[in-house]
């Protein structure tokens, strides 16, 4: 991958992106062009997706990487973790989050959610998601915090065998 650009990683369900979460992202997309967004999952891209990213597909900013065997190192390549409004994913989230990228979501009470805790965003709708994209990617501080904000998270659900017990029920939905 390019070393400028600002790759971005949907893990999970990609077929739960709504419209709305999608034409927000090319929103960005086209008025940003050092963004790559790269889903991974076995889904594919939805029709509208490919309708409204079709310019961005062929570009290959907008990359459907299919299911990943080697999610760490994957996640190596990439700045964040963007999260729709869904559930599951949660294991994939705590993979990117041990490789330090920071986890950019709603407050929806998805998986990922129970380990990062309620205090960990206060977003509450895609357009502000979005600017929080561009704020991680425009601001280098702000990421940094972000990440040690993440890392102290995942850190704090993984430091015991106790709590990794808790992150399998969770990951396993018990």
């Given amino acids: 991958m390019p070393q400028d650009k600002f790759i971005v990683v949907s893990i999970g369900n990609n077929s739960c992106f709504t419209n709305d979460f999608i034409d927000e992202m090319i929103n960005i997309m086209t008025l940003d062009n050092d963004i790559i967004w790269m889903l991974v999952g076995n889904n594919g891209l939805s029709a509208h997706m490919k309708n409204k990213g079709e310019l961005l597909i062929q570009k290959n900013r907008i990359i459907d990487r299919g299911y990943e065997n080697h999610l760490a190192s994957l996640c190596s390549c ?62 280098d501080n702000y990421y940094k915090q972000r990440q040690m904000i993440t890392k102290k998270k995942i850190d704090y659900a993984t430091d015991s065998n106790s709590r990794w017990e808790e992150l399998a029920n969770i990951l396993l939905d018990k």
């Fill in 78 to 139: 990439c700045v964040i973790v963007l999260r729709s409004n869904q559930t599951g994913g949660a294991g994939g989230t705590a993979i990117a989050a041990q490789q330090g990228l920071p986890i950019v979501l709603t407050t929806f009470l998805c998986d990922a959610m129970r380990w990062l805790g309620d205090d960990y965003t206060n977003i509450n709708n895609y357009h502000d998601l979005m600017q929080e994209i561009l704020r991680l990617k425009n601001d």
